[in-house]
């Protein structure tokens, strides 16, 4: 199986580079960098079956031989890094995925598109199940993001219906794991880098807003059964299990030890109330649900953070 992965130097992307080279895949990571880190690539850069490209995929994507799987990775994903460079976060949802697209139609391959469940917006319907249209800022500072990725989701469905492409959309919910950024911007990493760096935890708003956590792996193992089993409808992955910011503070506190205070600082516009997925679809269809706890995978994320920590 040959397979391309656009943001192989991502988070995701590349514990997904990963995991496939793991499975026997021959694998080809494409990334600018605009938002990847070379240093992810670092423990497979090498291993037989796999090759780096390094190409921006706004612009149109040439690769010799055959492909079986393309999945779509490619996109800043936090709001430091959408809130920093709009204009890329839009072309690369619309741009790159009709770019993704044409080289799935013309190698006959499989395509999946990492959507999110930002495509639901603030939203009035709780959990979020995969019917619900979503309530979206289009002009907000955040609608950069949702709009990218909910047009990448109506041009994956315009090419799967015109052009019969093999097409899968999943919505991820919050993930988190070993190799997110430090300065991710995001709840997880600017938690634990303020924790071991014994600085306040800046918490928005008053922390009642909430958010679900799963953990990496556990998103890696629903991607791969979304491309086995899944169809063509959008498939939630993320873990059920809904908790206040100001909870998961305190829980990376008393994981870390740290005796850092909790600081509270304005909620950013059109910043979500809840956050929370309903699975059953993924269940039903994939035989798939979260396995590791929250606290287990937050441990695993912390040790991995003391190692970067004090080191940039």
Not at 24 to 29: D, F, N, Q, T
Not at 102 to 112: E, M, P, T, V
Not at 188 to 193: H, Y
Request: with cysteine; glycine share 10%.
């Amino acid at each position: 199986m040959r397979v391309l992965v656009t943001g192989a130097a991502g988070f995701i992307g590349s514990h997904l580079c990963e995991f496939l080279l793991g499975h026997g895949a021959h694998v080809i990571g494409m990334d600018n960098f605009i938002t990847g880190s070379a240093e992810n690539l670092t423990a497979f850069r090498d291993r037989p079956g796999f090759r780096f490209v390094e190409h921006n995929v706004t612009q149109h994507i040439d690769l010799d031989g055959p492909l079986d799987w393309i999945l779509h990775f490619a996109s800043p994903a936090s709001p430091l890094d959408y809130l920093e460079l709009p204009i890329q976060t839009l072309k690369v949802g619309a741009l790159g995925t009709h770019n993704a697209l044409g080289l799935a139609k013309a190698k006959g391959a499989r395509l999946l598109l990492a959507s999110t469940s930002e495509v639901y917006g603030d939203p009035l319907v709780h959990p979020q199940r995969e019917d619900y249209w979503g309530n979206v800022n289009p002009i907000g500072p955040r609608g950069v993001y949702d709009e990218a990725k909910r047009f990448a989701e109506a041009i994956t469905m315009a090419y799967h219906r015109v052009h019969r492409i093999d097409t899968r959309v999943i919505r991820i919910f919050n993930t988190f794991g070993p190799k997110m950024r430090l300065n991710d911007g995001r709840a997880i990493p600017a938690f634990m880098t303020q924790a071991l760096g014994n600085e306040p935890l800046t918490v928005f708003g008053d922390g009642s807003q909430t958010r679900s956590f799963q953990y990496i792996s556990d998103l890696v193992d629903g991607i791969w059964r979304v491309m086995e089993r899944g169809n063509s409808d959008p498939v939630n992955l993320g873990n059920p299990h809904e908790m206040t910011l100001l909870e998961l503070a305190k829980r990376i506190l008393r994981l870390t030890g740290s005796r850092s205070e909790v600081v509270f600082r304005p909620l950013p516009v059109d910043d979500p109330k809840v956050r929370q997925p309903d699975i059953t679809r993924a269940r039903t269809l994939l035989g798939w649900e979260p396995r590791v706890d929250t606290d287990e995978g937050l441990r695993r994320t912390v040790e991995w953070f003391r190692t970067k920590v004090g080191r940039g």
